[in-house]
């Protein structure tokens, strides 16, 4: 896309991204091929947005992005000096201009698609992947950006950042290909980073449908606090009201509406962020929109009754996905192409079985081994509480004279939030049997350090309360969490994550599960010097075959 700057740096654009001066001027009208904040991806005409970060700061290498060829430099500081031929826009705050110049850039694309948003702490990714499928399924052209993955409306890409909401840059261009490829529907993982006025990456995505799958302890490093993290995440809802002006109706169809897990206490909180009606779904109780009154399954699928409150009947679901908790992601997703395309729940499920899971989320490694092994991306205290407490359930039903254990590993990943590190130990101590402690991605901590602060919570003295997973019908075994865990009995330190993988191995008999944790779909490990290639399946594979399991 080429584009004279004149056209899209108007006299709104010029309000809405804080301008201040604009110098340089004289120099002419230039042509705009791109927009980047990274002065090494910098291309002849592009823009270049000079933002303050966190170890470095972008002003610093204006230089490198007039050499590399930016026509254009957004910035907020004074620059020392101005190069001929070069436009200089300074504005209030360049990270936050990224947002409206992108989408007038892009010609805003967002009001040009029905957008879904879906923000919360667990549960976005499948959510995102599934309400995408759904739509397909149904006969609707759509995309989505989700941590995992993407779509332009037209090929399925891995997303290869670690960023789950990307700039705004990436999210406008990637929602005007979309536009492009012909995609009617967009779905959007809204992160609380992104939602947060503070980046102002989703500021100028005019969203249709806002759903909220659950808000629990997560990103303190970056909010402070739990109240702000949970007012930020609802920005999204808020968006549903912003926004209404700017559609039209043959650009939006449906109506705007919300969707909100009946069984997080929140709930009522992001109802109330929005005018439009928001419907609720549960898996606990009968008081929702949609509630599952019955299920039963585990990793390979689950099947289960739900209640359509509207009409009162009440329907089979029978879903391929792994996972009991993936129950709730379901309801989300057909309330949600429900009310987008005006086709009854019921006349949905039929789709269900089609759905497919998304890597790295409960995926199952299987080479011949005697034990299982599962990957998956969890890695907050909340996502902790939920995948465990089913696996120590389904170990108890196999029977057999010697019960299977859970075999645990996982870290914490570096400069993000250090409060749930001791927490994400003592959960993890409660409900496994052997723990192994390892890098999910240091960044500039001492990796050693992390492990030492997760390790507090895994050496704490766990008691033997009821609600600490020792009830009487679990008994109340020394290796079921009741105990403080010995470094070397079982728990074990050991940075390098392929080696405390297989040590994991080597350690687990017939009847175990292996739980690899956190890293899921991510293709790499960041250290404070370098980035090495990773890939939790694959290393899992490699591992197995090792050890000599090589069938399938």
Known sequence: MKRLLSEFFTAETAWNVGFIEDHGRESGDPSITGLEYDSRKIKPGNIYFALPGLHTDGHRFIPNAIENGAAVIIHQDEVPEYREGIRYIRVKDSRSAMSPLSAAFYKNPSRKLTLIGVTGTEGKSTTVYLIYQLLQLAGKKAGFLSTVQYSDGKTENWNPEHQTTPEATAIHRLLAEMVSNGAEYGVIEASSHGLSPRTNRLGDVAFDVAVMTNVTHEHLEFHGTWEQYREDKANLFRALDRFDHLKKPAESPSPSFGVANADDPSAGFFAAATKHKTYTYSTRSNTADLSVDLISGGIRGNWYDVLIRE????????????????????????????????????????LVPQLKPVRGRMTVIQRGQPFDVFVDYAHTPSSFETIFPPLRERLGKTGGAQRGRIISLFGSAGERDTKKRSEQGRIAARWSDLIFLTDEDPRGENPMDILEEIAQGCEADQGCEADQGCEADQGCEADQGCEKRKRGENLYLIPNRSEAIRKAFSLARPGDMVLLLGKGHENSIIYAKETLVYDEIAEAEKALAEMGWNGA
């Open 311 to 350: 009409t009162g009947e009440t329907a089979d679901i029978r879903d391929q996905l792994p996972g009991a908790f993936n129950a709730g992601n379901v309801l989300a997703s057909l309330l949600v192409v429900s009310g987008l395309l005006s086709i009854p729940v019921k006349d949905l499920i039929p």
